[in-house]
């Protein structure tokens, strides 16, 4: 039967996509994760078996769901519901197990009542009586390939790494025939007692040392090379990623993805090397033992083999529990990150003894498998060990026996067949690393390979806002292909310098039309077209974005200075910052730090108040003067007088001003007023229209959600 390609979940509740691309590939149909997830999303919850089946359609299979009586009659592979809301491919099914190919934890051999214990019995089948196409390969070429790429564009340092280290072996293969000669010779006084035999180890040792230091030096400039390419082009990569890709992201298992670019680089600059050099050489190896004596290199060959295999089996059983334990340790600084990022939430419900368990449950996983990774790992690794240090044994034996090779050719054999043995089982070590680097590359392929916003080679068109007016043209959003409209059908216009007021029930859309606007989420339908020119996938996202203010609910700060938190990085006067602070009200609070604007802030912002943040926050988004301000409850942490005093500052502003307010007192003061409910735009005027002839509005100002 052939074998399920495993391939890994990245997004939480994103299994079902998963198991739907193994399947797939089992039947030569290729797609890939990246490609699902953007086309279909990843819906709250996860995926139904409806959802599942639509999908395999427009892929082209045809599947159906079944009730499953006996899990023996049913055709493998297949797609199980498993466990709570979680679904894996059944790859093949005994009287006394099942092999299942988890997408969170890979390949896992249950036992027949094990699995069934979990098993709901509803199982999705490919239909047997369909042809299914063949489809193209996505469209990530050779040319997209970041390894090849880089092996090409340094690959004069890798040819003379490659050439130093054939040196090294050249050298290595020497001192067999000079330790023959010493042996066989022992006798000669010009061999053994002249001062040539010193020079020439000298010389040897010299050689030896030179080529090593260099081959040394080359390869740590190499592994510092990829190092910095690889990290350089993943955080590049994900600062160009759009907004929707964090969505469903775990802040650890991003950064466990720019972590292993390190393993990566070894893996390149070292093994592939490796690799090379070791086939070259047992070749050779082979054909200068079989010089001495063909009974003992068959012999020799024989032992090979059989150490091959053992390292291979080891290999097979390591990789599996890598799968596995790259996912727990993922879990594991998920949490952690949740536990540091958000300690005073823990505190101030006591949950630390509720979170601790929640670590030590996973951290307990994590040390499970570490725990038979080593158990298994000892036994099998010391086979080569132990077959390794009796192998000389076995070779001066047997040559003693044979009697027909002298005893120097009999110990230049056998330092001649423990640098074939070494090889080997090098190449079978090297072949661990390479398939145990797939998963860190899967892993890194799914964020280089997920679409950016803009690419950095064409970023598109630059926007330049003069005016500030805003039209929505039929506007609609939804976060996946499976779920209900977040925005409907929302068409407005907004003049220039116009100051307008969202307001609505929580989650009737003002965030994510907010967002919209700010061109960070993409709309299903609809144009959005500011000063006469439509924002869509032609135009430079981050160019549009530096002609706006925007403050979102979520905005934070960094560690840094209160100067740097309000700059970023941009260019900006000092008079500009001064008055960015006076309209944000924090000139009180800058007077009263002795550094003022030098003072540090520490990470998120923890050292100072809500309200202090709010106003920094405020104050880096009208830096710019932009002609257009987008704020989501800037004054939230507020009281009353400031925020009055922030919003009257605002409203001053020569820029046209989108605000998301639940403060009654603020409404009266805007031109415009939209009210949201459910995802639809359901009115707009001034406040004292809205009062005579909307109901929605009346309950919010009533106190329904204002």
């Known amino acids: 039967m052939k074998r399920i390609k495993y391939i890994p979940a990245f997004e939480h509740s994103e299994c079902a996509l998963s ?4 399947i797939c590939l089992y039947y030569k149909n290729h797609t890939n994760l990246t490609m699902l997830r953007e086309e279909y999303g990843v819906p709250q919850g996860g995926f139904n078996i409806s959802q599942i089946i639509n999908i395999f359609k427009n892929i082209g299979l045809e599947t159906i769901a079944v009730k499953v009586n006996i899990l023996e009659s049913i055709k493998e592979p297949f797609i199980a519901y498993y466990g709570e809301d979680h679904f894996v491919v059944v790859e093949k099914v005994t009287k006394k197990s099942v092999i299942i190919i988890d997408p969170t934890y890979g390949k896992i051999k249950l036992q027949f009542s094990e699995f069934t214990e979990k098993f709901s019995g509803i199982a999705i089948l490919v239909a047997e009586d369909k042809s299914y196409p063949i489809k193209k390969k996505n469209n990530w070429s050779l040319k997209d390939n970041f390894i090849l790429i880089m092996i090409n564009r340094h690959k004069k340092i890798l040819l003379f790494i490659l050439l130093l280290s054939l040196g090294v072996q050249i050298v290595s293969v020497i001192i067999p025939s000079f330790i023959k000669m010493l042996l066989d010779f022992a006798t000669d006084a010009k061999i053994t007692q002249g001062t040539n035999i010193f020079i020439s180890i000298g010389i040897l040792a010299f050689i030896y040392y030179a080529l090593n230091v260099v081959r040394r030096r080359l390869i740590t400039k190499m592994q510092n090379i990829f190092d910095k390419e690889l990290t350089e082009s993943t955080v590049a990569k994900i600062l160009n990623l759009p907004l929707k890709f964090f969505i469903n992201r775990g802040k650890g298992e991003l950064l466990f993805t720019i972590n292993s670019n390190q393993y990566i680089r070894v893996f390149l600059s070292s093994n592939v090397i490796s690799i090379c050099i070791d086939l070259i050489f047992s070749f050779f190896y082979c054909y200068l033992m079989f010089q001495y004596s063909p009974y003992l290199t068959l ?53 630390e003894q509720n979170m601790f368990k929640k670590w030590s449950s996973a951290f307990s996983k994590q040390f499970s498998i570490e725990t038979e990774k080593t158990r298994v790992d000892s036994l099998l690794e010391s086979l080569p060990l132990t077959i390794s240090i009796i192998f000389p044994l076995i070779i001066y034996s047997v040559g003693i026996r044979l009697g027909n090779i002298s005893v120097g050719s009999l110990v230049a054999f056998n330092t001649l067949s423990m640098s074939f043995l070494i090889p080997i089982l090098s190449i079978a070590d090297s072949y661990f690393q390479l398939i145990s680097s797939k998963v ?55 003049k220039s310098n116009e100051k307008v007021a969202i307001v609505g029930e929580s989650g009737s859309g003002k965030s994510t039309l907010l967002k919209i606007i700010a061109g960070l989420l993409v709309p299903e339908q609809g144009k959005i077209i500011i000063d006469g020119q439509e924002i869509n996938d032609n135009i430079n996202k981050k160019s549009y974005r530096k002609s706006l203010g925007i403050l979102l609910q979520n905005n934070s700060l960094f560690n840094g200075s209160i100067k740097n938190n309000i700059e970023l990085g941009r260019e900006v ?59 989501d409850e800037p004054t939230s942490s507020l009281d009353q007088i400031s925020d009055e005093k922030i919003i009257d500052s605002l409203l001053n502003i020569n820029s046209t001003i989108i605000i998301i307010s639940h403060r009654l007192s603020n409404m009266k003061k805007f031109d415009k007023i939209l009210v949201m409910s459910d995802g639809k735009l359901i009115a707009q005027g001034n406040h004292d229209f809205l009062l005579r002839t909307n109901e929605q509005y009346k309950y919010l100002v009533s106190g329904g959600g204002i």
């Open 19 to 22: 198991c739907i691309v193994m």
């Open 299 to 351: 012999i020799t060959i024989i032992i090979s083999i059989l150490l091959f295999i053992i390292t291979l089996m080891d290999t097979k059983f390591l990789l599996n529990k890598n799968q596995q334990q790259l996912r727990t340790i993922n879990e594991n600084q998920n949490i952690v990150n949740e536990i540091i990022s958000n300690i005073e939430t823990i505190k101030s419900v006591n949950a």
């Open 440 to 494: 860190y590359i899967q892993q890194l392929l799914d964020v280089l390979k997920s679409k950016e916003e803009s690419k950095e080679s064409s970023p598109g068109r630059d926007i330049k806002i003069d005016r500030g007016e805003i039209v929505l043209d039929n506007i609609s959003y939804k976060y996946d292909y499976f779920s209900k409209n977040i925005i409907s059908d929302i068409s407005l216009s907004i």
């Open 573 to 631: 006067k000092d008079k500009d910052i001064l008055k960015a602070t006076k309209q944000a009200d924090l000139e009180k609070f800058l007077t009263s730090l002795p550094a003022g604007l030098n003072t540090i802030i520490s990470e998120s912002g923890r050292n100072i108040s809500g309200g202090q943040i709010q106003k920094i926050c405020i104050a880096r988004s009208l830096i710019f003067e932009p002609k257009i301000l987008l704020m």
